[in-house]
């Protein structure tokens, strides 16, 4: 059973730099996509950006090239880094796998997410 | 970017109604699309994938239909842990989008 937990600060200031790491346990991280996903306090659910294991990501426009997402694979991790953040990047930030299609391929449908961790940005 | 428009916002429903959730996208996107449930506090859970397919572990209640640009989720008799607040995603073109959910309540 494959299970994903997020990991980082609670709280970061504005301008500052927010880091998350998405530990994954109970399997391997080969072969599949995984991304990240936010929500706004009482809002809805914002795509950020995915990584196949391989190192190739893709990711939002809307937030302005300010992403990073990286992975190793040696650790079962990946992670985001959203630089120059604001008020407006406060939310709960998710973890995800994709569900696997076949090789190279994803239905683009999250079967599998951490549980979640908020982040507030205020100095 | 493809837009997705989800209706109702909310509805209320007696247990064992039959619950039904559109969703309509901006452009075609196909089959791509996906549906989650979200309890308050909670993390999203898959549905249905690629438009109709249930996800595994799924009670079978649950059902999705559609293709190009209008999708339904339908919920055959609606049970008191359903409620919550429901999603449809497409993933034909990126960036993938949500729609903005509905919430779902127990009259």
């Known amino acids: 059973q494959v299970q994903l937990q997020e990991s980082g600060p609670g709280l970061v200031k504005p301008s500052e730099t927010l880091s998350l790491t998405c530990s994954v346990s109970?399997?391997?991280?080969?072969?599949?996509?995984w991304g990240w996903i936010r929500q706004p306090p009482g809002k809805g659910l914002e795509w950020i950006g995915y990584i196949y294991y391989s190192g190739n990501t893709n990711d939002n426009p809307s937030l302005k090239s300010r992403l990073t997402i990286s992975i190793d694979t040696s650790k079962n991790q990946f992670s985001l880094k959203v630089r120059s953040v604001t008020a407006a990047d406060t939310a709960v930030y998710y973890c995800?796998?994709?569900?696997?299609?076949?090789?190279?391929?994803?239905?683009?449908?999250?079967?599998?997410w951490g549980q979640g961790t908020m982040v507030t940005v205020s100095s | 970017d493809i837009q997705m428009t989800q209706s109702p916002s909310s509805l209320s429903a007696s247990v064992g109604d039959r619950v039904t959730i559109t969703c309509r996208a901006t452009q075609s996107i196909t089959t791509f699309l996906a549906w989650y449930a979200q309890k308050p506090g909670k993390a999203p859970n898959l549905l249905i994938y690629a438009a109709s397919t249930l996800q595994s572990g799924v009670p079978s209640r649950f059902s999705g239909s559609g293709s190009g640009t209008d999708f339904t989720l339908t919920i055959s008799g609606l049970q008191p842990e359903d409620i919550g607040s429901y999603y449809c995603q497409q993933s034909y073109s990126s960036p993938w989008t949500f729609g903005q959910g509905t919430e779902v309540q127990i009259k």
């Open positions: 109970g399997g391997s991280m080969n072969n599949y996509y």
């Open positions: 995800v796998r994709d569900k696997r299609a076949g090789v190279g391929t994803s239905y683009g449908a999250y079967e599998i």
